[in-house]
């Protein structure tokens, strides 16, 4: 699969959505496209990224605002317009606060 026919699988319809880069542990570069076609468009990162590329699964009201305390904030549950997509992470390293293995953290979710 292709990064077109996984956003299009993913994301929902709407804008500002956002695509980071994180490199050495620390965000390196942050776009912000304003249709999911512009988000694919931006896979430019995946053929001269050095890092990891991350695609927010949502797409947010605004590129960026002031919380309460007129700090910038960008990616929040705030502002997260529509979402497509339902995701749980269930982690199977055996801390704990992880299940045990993947066959408990199965079990628990049919529970659901």
Known sequence: MNTASFLSLVLPDGANFFVVEYKDNRMYHHLVPNSVEAANRSNWLDTRAEG???YAMASYKK?????????RRRRTQ???????????????????????????????LKRL
């Open 52 to 54: 990891n590329i991350y």
């Open 63 to 71: 590129p960026e605002y002031l919380d309460s305390k007129n700090k």
């Open 78 to 108: 705030e502002n997260v317009d529509q979402l497509k997509c339902f995701w749980i992470d269930m982690d199977c390293k055996g801390k704990a606060t992880d299940y045990a293995n993947q066959r408990d953290a199965i079990l628990d």
